[in-house]
């Protein structure tokens, strides 16, 4: 299997000191270690200087971070790995993990974790889901209100156009007895008959209520006038025609 190879610079210092994990930020200084406390080392090449002489790592895997960057992780030597960690196309920082330790680092909410058999996990931050509102509760619908109830039955009063043209409105169930209304057609009134005052004349024609003997009945006459004839009509309460009389012409 061909192998790619890369020189690799660590401070004298951590090199001196054994370190067991080591984080390498660059310029940016954006990849933040975390994770557990220990000895660590960190080697950064930010003032742009040429490195030293240095070890020799082998290319061991390529392997995808959970925000889409790439990790590319080395075999610096037995029990030594690191990681450079590429973000939106550039290197972010590099962690070095030796000493059966695991190394940690962090961006921008992505948390990178390089353990000692060279094998990488990575997470990211989780906001809290926000709660939903609360959905309104509807209103219900005013029932509608009841109509009231009527204290007795109301009738129209039945009416009939009499003989002579003008209308007759009958009301049985008053206060004083029956009562007839005579009106003209545009509604204007021209007689009333009723127990006070049983006979009425509009233009030479009378209006009578007339008791029927015996019957506890009353009916409704039109007399003609005599001048045309003195035909009569009679009605019930109810605007019915009960008879018709003609009188004998001389």
């Known amino acids: 299997m061909r192998l790619n190879r890369r020189a690799r610079v660590l401070r004298t210092a951590a090199v001196a000191t054994g370190t067991s994990a080591a984080l390498l930020l660059p310029a940016a200084a954006a990849f933040a ?107 219900p619908a005013p029932e509608p209100k009841p109509a009231p109830v009527p204290h007795g039955k109301t009738t129209t009063p039945p009416r009939t156009t009499l003989a002579d043209g003008t209308v007759a409105t009958f009301a049985r169930h008053v206060k004083d007895g029956p009562r007839v209304q005579v009106a003209a057609v545009d509604g204007t009134h021209l007689a009333t008959v009723d127990a006070r005052h049983l006979t009425a004349q509009h233009r030479g024609w009378t209006y009578k209520l007339v008791p029927q003997p015996g019957k506890h009945q009353v009916r409704f006459v039109v007399v003609d006038t005599p001048k045309q004839g003195g035909d009569s009509w009679v009605y019930d309460l109810s605007g019915g025609l009960v008879a018709a009389y003609h009188a004998q012409r001389r």
């Open 33 to 139: 270690a975390e994770g557990p406390a220990g000895p660590a080392a960190v080697a950064s090449d930010q003032d742009g200087s040429t490195p030293a002489a240095s070890d020799q790592a082998v290319f061991w895997r390529n392997v995808d971070l959970a925000d889409g960057a790439l990790a590319k992780v080395y075999q610096e030597g037995q029990g030594r790995f690191s990681a450079d960690v590429y973000g939106g196309g550039r290197l972010i920082g590099t962690l070095v993990s030796a000493d059966g330790k695991p190394a940690y680092g962090e961006h921008n909410g992505l948390h990178v974790v390089l353990r000692p058999d060279g094998t990488v996990g990575s997470w990211l931050d989780r906001a809290p889901n926000p709660k939903p509102a609360p959905e309104p509760t509807p209103k």
